[in-house]
């Protein structure tokens, strides 16, 4: 739910403590625009778990790279996703990785 992947279903209510932490979660991700609420095309991820993905460069580039992309062929070079954006480099428009809010 906090990550924006699910919903609450007013229509069948259940637990009311349950109900009232899930509809905040949802409202969250939808003012994060996470998960479902992302733009399309784009993986959105909550902001604790953003340092972790991991993405990849090649040594020549100045594009960050998915783990199957293409352009990976001849060097690969893992680094998470925050040092990359950070750095300067934008996402591979072939492979669309991660891309940070």
Not at 67 to 76: I, M, Y
Request: aromatic share 12%.
């Amino acid at each position: 739910m906090k990550q924006g992947y699910g919903h609450a279903y007013l229509k069948h209510p259940f637990n009311d403590e349950y109900m009232k932490l899930f509809r905040e979660y949802e409202t969250q991700a939808r003012e994060q625009g996470l998960g479902l609420w992302g733009e399309k095309g784009e993986i959105q991820q909550a902001p604790q778990q953003q340092e972790k993905i991991i993405v990849y460069i090649t040594k020549t580039g100045t594009k960050y790279h998915g783990e199957g992309c293409q352009f990976l062929r001849k060097s690969k070079i893992p680094i998470s996703l925050e040092e990359w954006v950070r750095k300067g480099y934008t996402p591979c428009s072939v492979c669309k990785p991660p891309v940070l809010r």
